[in-house]
Every structure is written in C-alpha cells, then in structure tokens.
C-alpha cells in the first residue's frame, strides 16, 4: 500500500544533490548547457521541497533535456514522480540514473519505493537490500523492507525491521502506520489499533492514519469505529482515495451495492491504478446484474496486475 510509506521525502537526498552538482557527468553536452541543467535541477529541489509537484517535475524534465546524463535530475524526477503516483515513471527515471551509475543508493532506494508501489514486492527487496548494504543507517528505507516482507507474508523479518525503526525513530508516524499494518495481518488487532493511535497522535492531519485504522477495525468487527474513521479521513481530505476503497468495501460486505459502487468509483477516479479496486468493484456489478461493466471491470483489473486470478465474490 503505497500511500503509507514515506514516499519522496529523503532530505538526506537533496542536500546531497545540491552538494554534488558540480561533479555529475556532464559529457554529451556544452559547458553553458550543464551550467543552465545545474539551475533547473536546484529549482526542482527547491519545488520538490516546497511539495510543488508540477513545478519540480519540469525543472527537472528541462534539466535532463539539457543533460540527459545529470544524475541528480534523474533522481529528482524519480522522487517527483513518486509523489504523484507514476510509479512506472519513476522507475524508468531511476533505471536511467542507475544506467550511468549502477550504485547510486538514492536512485535503488528511490526504485525499491517505486517497485513497492507497483507490488513488485522482490524486485522492491533487492533494491532496499542494496541501499541499506551501502548505508544500513535508513530508517526510511529498512521501515519500507518491513512493509516489502509485509506483503509476502515474511512476518518475522517485518517484525525485526519494523520494531526497530520505531526504537530508532519514536516519533516517526509512518513507522507506527506500517509496524500496525503487520499487526493487522498477522490479526493482532489490538496491537495494530494501539499502533495507529499513536501515528494519530503524532500526525493528526493525516487522513491515511484515519483509513487505515478504520481498516484495521473492520477486520476486528468494530464497524461502527471503522465507518466513523473512514468518515474522519474523508472529513480531513475528500479526495482520500484509501477512505472511498475501504468504505466502498465495507458497503459491499453489507450488501449495499449501490452506496458501495458509488465509493468505489470515486475510489477508481481519484486514483485509477488501483488493481484491487477494480476487482471489488467488480464485484458489485456482477451483484447488480451489469455484465459488461463487471467484465470491463475484471479485465481491467488483471491488466493491472495478473496476480487476480478467478472471479470476485
């Protein structure tokens, strides 16, 4: 689940970029061209930093065109791309800075972040192992192996990395959001719940901590407090594609299907590259009799990811 990793937010990253401009490979292009490609790419750090997507991502498009060697402009890419989803993007950005250096750690974490996003979840391994081989003083990038062994079921090794990312960083939220997404998973629901307050009370704002939490509730039959957390994501951001997904879900285990296809779809237009979503929705049509709509569906689904076999319930 891509949105409860700490995506795109290495400073550790951009300091070094902007520290190491002046000597990134700079064949191919004129003296005044790398000059002019230096500039863009700090403007898109500055962007990056100041979360100013569309801003970033073409400083650093400019950039590359300059400089298609500039590494650090690949990387800012990659990282920019990250935050807006294109998870196959940024993994071309980063495999085009890996190109011109196979061990540039901020470019295989960068990919590790993308292949989770796009539930690669081995290939995301690899990538984080290399990282944390090179630089083992991540925490960012041990917490996003936890969610990695998290998704294939590596239940003890999500528990060793995660615990300690959380000894290491206590007042981190994400890490409190992934170590009680394993909880969940391995139905500690209790322990999960307790970890998700905690990330709420270090980031209240957040309308994920809210969804998951509500998620985690469901899963051990508190509806009531799952709903009225989906509610509060939605309260705080009514664009949160994770509160219309599982809303949407919990509707459908109730059997209303027209309320569940209407979050569903809201969940299928805020974020569209969503396999699961597809799949449940699915579901729902096939329970309304919309046949074309539930194959469209399905197909559209496996598209995605061929890892959804079968027909939806």
Known sequence: M?????????LRWGLGALAILGFAVLSGCSSADSRRAEEFCKVGLERLTENDVAA?????????????????AR???????????????????????????????DARRGRGEAFLGLRQYEKALEDLDFALEIDPDQTNVRANRGYAYVALGRYDEATEDLDRCVAEAPTQ????????????????????????????????????????RGKIFEDAG????A?????????????????????????????????????????????PNDASLYFERAGVFKQLNKDDEYRADLKKANELDPNFPGEPK
């Open 2 to 10: 891509r949105t409860i990793k700490d995506v795109g937010k290495s």
């Open 56 to 72: 970033a991502m073409e400083s650093f498009q400019k950039a590359i065109e300059l400089n298609p060697n500039l590494t650090p």
């Open 75 to 105: 990387i800012g890419l990659g990282e920019t791309q990250l935050r807006a989803r294109d998870f196959n993007g940024a993994r071309e950005s980063f495999d085009k800075a890996l190109e011109v250096d196979p061990r540039l750690v």
């Open 173 to 212: 939220p994400n890490y409190y959001v992934n170590r009680g997404i394993l909880r969940q998973k391995r139905e500690r629901f209790a322990e999960g719940i307790e970890d998700l307050d905690k990330a709420i009370s270090l980031d209240p704002a957040n309308p994920m901590n809210y969804a998951i």
């Open 222 to 225: 508190k509806w009531d407090a």
């Open 227 to 271: 709903v009225a957390d989906y509610n509060k994501a939605l309260e705080i951001d009514p664009l949160c594609f994770a509160a219309f997904k599982y809303r949407g879900i919990h509707l459908k285990g109730l059997g209303q299907w027209e309320d569940a296809l209407s979050d569903l779809t809201r969940a299928a237009e805020i974020n």
